[in-house]
Structure formats: structure tokens, C-alpha cells
């Protein structure tokens, strides 16, 4: 046996990976290949936590079988000859009672088995637990760290009867900076971990967030003084098992060189799919061993190129242009690589602009659209079945948006100039992006983060529900000062200009109303109508006479009237005004979007949805209206493809404005 690698041996902290992921545990084979992939890029650890494996977490105080115990020993023996420590570990805190003996006896009992197989070094994991103590636990230990510390300390010492010199990790239930600022595990359970653990113990920490975008050294130095230690990352960067449609083969990134001497081990959690951490790995060695510090992206450039040779086709090769670029798409949890980026800059101009606008940035989409189509079909080929496997799920999801995309844009591209449009008709709602997931995300928004200070965005555009109306009133105060908030002016009636502009349109054509949000709420809406007149027809039956007999009309020269009162007259003198012919431009549509969504293509966004649901419904065009000073708004909806159809003169005048509608291919 070999042994774990000697201290000697590095120029960094120990690193490593851990099976520490929710789904189904890797096979012998596969443990035995990340071995050897370990090997190569000189990490130290492999920590063995499969969260779903039953004898790691539910069961934990079932012993190994006879069999299970032979496969067992085997693994860890096939580990140090690798040159890697096994770390075994057990997570017996869903149901554990810390003051029982028999609990005790069980935890003692499965350590001195493991020690039995070889395994020296051991992690208790306490992550993902309830954080309440039983009764009997709060009367004897007072608090969940304590009672964590002291099962610690035991299993130490019973550790050291058995292997001496054997490590012990424990992973805290508070294992980042949001659980422990929002006080989970109850108040000081970090410090009171600290003090009370003996020292030579690890604490186990996944940095600010449960999948950190950054780890820095002062905030580990912040963590290093109340746990008395610096913690062992367990970094979540490239594990998937939280989202099904990702995986992520960008650079170990967003760890400062500085990092490496704040911190006691790094081991990262891998992706399920064993064939998609050969680059995780990789670029964490490099990390490690501090060969990326200079040129980060030539050492994920190495990565890929070492990866490559594994995407050898039946007929060719994969060539490092297209692995790259699907390393872009698929690269970090909070953010793309450079052709992911360049691929979605040119979409806004792509589906809303008219062709002969298309720039460099557009034609730029295009073609690593088209390139990631053809890859997605090439890569049926790859000779390494288990990397198609673990890749398959993802590239058919990807090839059928992008082929999807490319079949719209072409036919924008061939409407423009009159020719035959490519069939587009195998994307049929309910097989494609259906389901119970997809009309769940559509659905639901993110939770609303209260106050606290955030940039705008990620928008998230979405049709519009009838709980949205309050939401959405209040943008169109907000933005009903002739753009600007109009909060003070409307402030005897917030709502006066939504009876007229928003409530109508979500409870009469509920179909074609579409909203924007953020994290921080809705922030923008785009309204409309298919038949302008038969919506006129129905506000004028069922809306009007309410608010007529609720709202006076106001006396006395216009001119000494309030904001308010302006719009309370028009629920009583009506404009039903619809430039002609009618029947070339009868829908009609209009927008809004609060200053932290503008200048962002998301009107550009939602009208273009808005315009290809209008026509998939068979309106032939679509008009709507801007005020004659608002220049700035005419260029958006010329750019949109509206020409001028009508001005009304005066101060108050508007311009109508209008546009066909594509039949529906
Ligand atoms: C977690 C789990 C981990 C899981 C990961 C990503 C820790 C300490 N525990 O919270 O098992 O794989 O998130 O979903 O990270």
C-alpha cells in the first residue's frame, strides 16, 4: 500500500473530490477512473459521501454487509495505491439522538468496521439535517453544536484507538454564510463548534453560498476566527445534482491564488456524470498547484485540449473549436464562456429587428448556432459511450433550441424578402418544453427578496397571471408621468390610469398580457388585443358603467383640473380611436417597463412575443400609439418594423402607428 502522498510531496493545500452529490453512486469502475484522474493532476483526497447511497445517511447504523464490506476494502486499497487518502464518511443526523448509547454504540460500531477495510480517515456530515434537537438532546448537550462537538470529539478518540493518526472532518449544519446568517443551527453555533471541538478537527465549508461564485480569503479569514481553524472548502462549483439540464466544464474559477494559503484542504463536489469532471479536475490541480495563476484561461485551455482526445467520433473528430464552445455553454452556475455570451447577444436582434439590421453581433449568433446544431449531431458518433451517456440528455435539449432558433431566424431573414419559408413545424407544444417542470417555472417567480440592495435582473418574462395585477398597476404608476413615476401626481388615485390601461386588458385578453420580473418583482408588461373593436365593445358593456357611477366627472374648466382628474374624464368620454383600414391593423398593444428594466432588449423582447402570438392568432396587423413628443419611443416600434399611419396635432397629439403581421407559418 502506498499510502496517502506525503506532506513533502505538495505546494498547496490538500485537494481533492468528493462523492458527495444526491443521485445515484458512481460503480467501482467509475471511482476507479477518477482515481487515476486525481492521480494526474496530484490531488490528495477523495472523501466517499454518496448522499444516496442508504448506509451513508438513512441507514447509517446498519453495518456493511459481508459483500458490500469486501468491494469496500478493495476501493480504499485501490485508493492508496493511487496515492490518495480515503475519506469515509457517514451522515447519521436525520435521525440520530447525540445523548443515546445505542446511537453511540452504532456510530463506534460502523467506524470500527470501516477501520477493519483499510479506512484511516473519517467525516461526520451534519449537512442538510433538521436543526432541532429532540428533547432529551437539549436537556443534556443545550444546544445542536454542542451535541454535534461532543459525537466529534468521541468518534476522535475512538478514531485513534483504531487508526492512528486518522483525520477527522465534520461538515457543520450551517455550512455556509447565508445558513449561518440566517441562524441556522441556532444562535453562536459556529463559535460554539469552534470552542468545543477539539483541535486537529476539520470543519468542513462551502463558502458564502451553498454554490459559492466566490470564495476569497477574507472571508475565510471572517469564518477562520469563529471556527478557530481554517475550514476545508467542500466546493460545490461543478456539482449538478441540483438542476438536470446543466453541467459545468468551465475553469475552477473565482478562487483567488490568495485563497490557497487561507484555507486547511479544498475538495470539490463532483458532477453525477463521472465522464463530465475530467476539466473540473483538471483546472482544480492546476489551481492547487498554482500553475493557473498567471494565465487562468490557458489553463482551462489545457484542460480541454487533455480532454479532447475523449472525443474521437466514429467518422473524425470533435475539434477543439466546437469542445470549447460547448465548454462556454456549459461552463459555470453564474455565467457563461465567451461563445455561450455571444451566442444569446445577437438573439434580441435576431428575432426582433428586421434582417437588413442585423449586424456583426447577430450573424455572430448565428454561426455558433449553427456550429452547436451540427455539433449536437455529431456527437451521436463518440466512440466513448459512457461520455455520450452522461453528455445525451443535455445535447438533445440544445439541439432542439437551437434548431429551433435557426428555422425562426431563417424565415425572418426569407419573409423579408418575399421567399418560400423552411418548414418549422416539429416543435409542437406539449411534446416540446412541456411538462409538469416547465409550466411550473413558467409559473412561479422567484421568491421576493424584500429590500435588499441587488443589481437588477436576471428578468425572467413571463405570461402574465391575475395575481400579477397589483404588481403590474403599480409599474403603470410608475411609469405614468408621461414615462417618468407618477406617484406624486396620482397620489389621491394610484390606480386611476390601471382601471383603463391594465385591468381591462388582464381580464379581457388574459391570453396576450405578458410581464417581466426580477427577483425584486415585476417591473414591466406588454398588453394587448386581438380585435380592438370587440374589446372596445366589451369595455364599454361590462367596465365603463362601473367606473362612470363611481368616478364623477369633474366640472369646471379643464384646465384648473388634477392629473387625476384628466384621466377620471376619460372613463367618461372614451377614445375608441383605431387608425384605418381597420381591418389591416385591428390588434392593438402597448408597454411599459420600470427604469431598472429599460435600455436591456426586454421590450424589444416582449413585444416580439406579444406580435408572434398576435399573428399565430390570426390577427393580419397591429397598431398602437405614441405621443407625438415621445421620439425616442417612435424609433423603438420603427425599429420594430411600425410605419406611421396617422397624427393627431396638438399639444396632446399622438402618433398611431402600425404593422402586418407575418401570417403564421
Ligand atoms: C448541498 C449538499 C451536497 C450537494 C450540494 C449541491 C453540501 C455540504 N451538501 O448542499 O450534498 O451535492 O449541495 O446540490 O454541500
Known amino acids: 500500500m502506498v499510502g496517502q502522498r506525503a506532506a513533502t510531496d505538495r505546494d498547496g493545500p490538500r485537494g481533492g473530490v468528493i462523492e458527495g452529490f444526491y443521485g445515484r453512486p458512481w460503480s467501482r469502475e467509475e471511482r476507479l477512473t477518477l482515481f487515476a484522474w486525481m492521480r494526474d493532476a496530484r490531488l490528495h483526497d477523495y472523501l466517499h459521501a454518496p448522499k444516496d447511497d442508504p448506509l451513508h445517511r438513512g441507514r447509517w447504523r446498519d453495518p456493511s454487509s459481508a459483500g458490500a464490506a469486501a468491494r469496500l476494502a478493495e476501493l480504499v486499497r ?40 483499510g479506512i484511516r480517515d473519517v467525516a461526520l456530515l451534519f449537512d442538510d439535517i433538521p436543526d432541532r434537537l429532540a428533547t432529551e438532546d437539549a436537556a443534556r448537550f443545550g444546544s445542536l453544536a454542542t451535541a454535534q462537538a461532543s459525537l466529534a470529539n468521541d468518534t ?26 440566517a ?15 477539539a483541535p486537529g478537527i476539520d470543519l468542513l465549508w462551502t463558502g458564502p453560498e451553498i ?126 464562456g465567451p461563445g455561450g455570451r455571444a451566442l444569446l447577444a445577437g438573439l434580441p436582434t435576431l428575432l426582433t429587428r428586421p434582417p437588413q439590421g442585423w449586424g456583426a453581433e447577430a450573424e455572430e449568433s448565428r454561426r455558433i448556432a449553427r456550429l452547436l446544431g451540427g455539433l449536437c449531431e455529431k456527437l451521436n458518433g463518440l466512440l466513448d459511450r459512457d461520455l455520450f451517456h452522461a453528455l445525451f440528455r443535455r445535447l438533445w435539449d440544445l439541439r432542439e433550441e437551437v434548431s429551433l432558433l435557426e428555422r425562426r431566424v431563417e424565415n425572418r431573414r426569407r419573409a423579408a424578402t418575399g421567399a418560400t419559408p423552411v418548414a418549422d413545424d416539429d416543435h409542437l407544444p406539449g411534446t416540446f418544453r412541456g411538462g409538469i417542470l416547465a409550466d411550473l417555472r413558467t409559473a412561479v417567480p422567484f421568491p421576493d427578496r424584500g429590500a435588499a440592495p441587488r443589481a437588477a435582473g436576471p428578468f425572467l418574462l413571463r405570461p402574465a397571471r391575475p395575481d400579477d395585477e397589483a404588481a403590474a398597476s403599480l409599474v403603470c404608476l410608475r411609469t ?16 386611476a390610469l390601471a382601471r383603463i390601461y391594465v385591468w ?19 417591473c414591466g408588461y406588454c398588453l ?12 364599454e358593456r361590462d367596465w365603463r358603467p362601473h367606473l362612470v357611477e363611481r368616478f364623477p366627472e369633474p366640472v369646471g374648466p379643464a384646465d384648473g383640473w388634477s392629473a387625476v382628474q384628466r384621466v377620471h374624464w376619460l372613463y367618461h368620454h372614451p377614445d375608441f380611436h383605431c387608425p384605418e383600414p381597420y381591418g389591416r391593423y385591428p390588434a392593438h398593444l402597448h408597454i411599459d417597463l420600470l427604469p431598472r428594466a429599460q435600455g436591456q432588449g426586454l421590450g424589444s423582447r416582449m413585444v416580439a412575443h406579444l406580435l408572434a402570438d398576435l399573428g399565430r392568432r390570426g390577427a393580419p396587423g397591429v397598431h398602437l400609439a405614441v405621443a407625438t413628443a415621445n421620439v425616442r419611443a417612435q424609433a423603438f416600434y420603427r425599429r420594430l418594423g411600425f410605419t406611421e399611419l396617422e397624427r393627431r396635432p396638438g399639444p396632446d397629439g399622438c402618433v398611431f402607428m402600425g404593422r402586418p403581421l407575418p401570417l403564421p407559418d
Open 211 to 336: 454554490i459559492s461564485p466566490t470564495i476569497t480569503p477574507e472571508h475565510v479569514a471572517g469564518l477562520t476566527r469563529r471556527i478557530g481553524r481554517p475550514p476545508v472548502i467542500w466546493d460545490n462549483l461543478h456539482a449538478n445534482d441540483y438542476d438536470g439540464t446543466r453541467f459545468f466544464v468551465g475553469p475552477y474559477a473565482g478562487r483567488p491564488p490568495a485563497l490557497r494559503a487561507a484555507i486547511g484542504g479544498l475538495l470539490l463536489n463532483a458532477a453525477n456524470e463521472l465522464p463530465l469532471n475530467f476539466v473540473p479536475i483538471h483546472t482544480l490541480g492546476s489551481y492547487l498547484h498554482g500553475t493557473a495563476d498567471q494565465d487562468p484561461a490557458g489553463a482551462h485551455r489545457s484542460a480541454l485540449l487533455a480532454w479532447l482526445p475523449r472525443f474521437a467520433l466514429a467518422t473524425g473528430q470533435v475539434t477543439e473549436e466546437e469542445l470549447s464552445l460547448l465548454a462556454d455553454c456549459f461552463h459555470l452556475p453564474h455565467g457563461y
Open 78 to 117: 485501490a485508493c492508496h495505491e493511487h496515492g490518495l487518502a480515503f475519506i469515509w464518511a457517514l451522515s447519521p443526523g436525520l435521525d440520530i439522538r447525540y445523548a443515546a448509547t445505542a446511537d453511540r454504540r452504532h456510530l463506534r460500531d460502523r467506524i470500527a468496521q470501516a477501520t477493519t477495510l
Open 504 to 522: 381591462p386588458y388582464m381580464a379581457i385578453e388574459p391570453g396576450l398580457a405578458l410581464v417581466v420580473e426580477d427577483d425584486a418583482g415585476v
Open 480 to 495: 405614468g408621468a408621461d414615462g417618468a413615476d407618477g406617484s406624486e401626481l396620482f397620489a389621491t388615485d394610484p390606480d
Open 183 to 197: 441562524g441556522l443551527g441556532g444562535p453562536g453555533y459556529l463559535e460554539t463548534m469552534g470552542a468545543n471541538l
Open 528 to 539: 394587448g388585443t386581438l380585435d380592438s373593436r370587440a374589446f372596445y365593445a366589451r369595455y
Open 156 to 181: 476522535r478518540q475512538w478514531l485513534a484507538d483504531r487508526a492512528p493518526g486518522g483525520r477527522l472532518l465534520v461538515c457543520p449544519t450551517p455550512y455556509c454564510g447565508r445558513m449561518a446568517a
